[in-house]
């Protein structure tokens, strides 16, 4: 049973519809993510469930309510805004104690509220400072408690680590993640970072143009991308036009437009459908010898063009008969441009998009 649920909800400025017959489902206690290009629709869907803006139509329904037209302050939810968005004159208590005053918890409850917190994300010794005192992780904390200390229904956050350096991203991304399962709180959570959003979410929607391309599992959308956006997106750089051949329970045969004949697992989500794009990483693809006319399957003939040193490896811009793919080959060994060489695609790399 869904605690939150958007039903068909559509949201313009003006002429320029950013969500158009939205829906989305979050069950309770689960981390959300809505992960996509800047334009996307994902802070547009979070500021709509917080109450900042309201929608053209469609529902908003939170445990079993309508909460279509409740206003944003009756809406007894936590929100981490990207920047932080602390009170400079205030000490990090008072930040922390600030929705408690509005909702005019007795003072002793403040104090033991506030403390708790504070402790939970490890600021107790700070409770005097003010925001200018602290560090860019600190300041982080001190909003996350704020939010939190109100007990919310619902916690949403906006970007909320996009302003701090990558190795401090890394630890507060599994603090937050530690604190949302300790609370068991329902949590959206808004990134364009997608290393971020794997690593601490349930469920994962990945948004495009307005809509939700394909919600599931990290794992699943990693593995298995319905679409090509979201193959795009998620590391698949190559794409190759098919056609079904034959399909058994394990393994469907694909031709390619120029014959060459490609076999993927049978357990993809798009392996029913007759044209299809055949999708692969850079990494998967092996560089196996020289080129030729062998027509073995999952095999390409093609001629290295541009080569780029990534540190740990080489990319190369290969040439084939079905276009331009880039090909990771590791250190060992350098191809020249302009050398011919031979691709294997393995059938468990492929997905099909």
Do not use: W
């Amino acid at each position: 049973m869904a605690l939150l649920n958007l039903k068909d909800v559509s949201v313009a400025y003006g002429d320029n519809v950013v969500l158009k017959d939205f829906n989305l489902n979050i069950k309770k206690g689960d981390l959300v993510s809505l992960l996509g290009p800047s334009g996307c629709g994902k802070t547009t869907t979070l500021r709509l469930i917080g109450g900042f803006i309201q929608a053209n139509k469609g529902k908003f329904i939170f445990n079993d309510k309508d909460y279509t037209k409740v206003p944003v302050h009756k809406r007894e939810f936590g929100f981490v805004f990207q920047s932080y968005a602390l009170f400079p004159h205030l000490s990090v208590f008072d930040n922390v104690a600030f929705g408690l005053k509005l909702r005019k918890t007795p003072k002793g409850e403040i104090k033991k509220r506030v403390m708790e917190m504070l402790d939970i994300v490890g600021l107790a010794d700070y409770s005097k400072r003010y925001p200018k005192e602290l560090s860019g992780g600190q300041r982080q904390r001190v909003a996350l408690a704020r939010a939190l200390v109100i007990k919310p229904d619902l916690l949403l956050l906006d970007e909320p680590l996009s302003n701090l350096d990558a190795k401090l991203r890394v630890k507060m991304r599994v603090g937050i993640r530690k604190i949302q399962k300790e609370l068991n709180i329902t949590t959206v959570y808004v990134t364009h970072d997608q290393e971020e959003c794997f690593s601490i979410s349930d469920k994962v929607a990945v948004m495009n143009e307005g809509v939700i391309e394909h919600l599931d599992t990290p794992q699943n959308i990693y593995d298995n991308p319905k679409t090509e956006f979201v193959a795009n997106f998620v590391g698949f750089e190559n794409f190759i036009d098919l056609s079904l051949q034959s399909k058994n329970e394990d393994i469907s045969t694909y031709n390619s437009k120029n014959g060459r004949v490609f076999k993927v697992k049978s357990t993809n989500i798009n392996s029913n459908k007759e044209t299809i794009k055949g999708a692969i990483r850079p990494e998967e693809i092996k560089i196996v010898n020289k080129g030729g006319d062998n027509k073995d399957e999952n095999t390409l003939d093609g001629i290295v063009g541009i080569s780029t040193f990534l540190g740990k490896e080489y990319q190369y811009m290969v040439d084939t008969e079905v276009g331009k793919l880039l090909v990771n080959g590791n250190t060992n060994k350098r191809y020249k441009e302009g050398e011919k060489v031979k691709l294997y695609l393995p059938k468990e790399k492929m997905v099909l998009v």
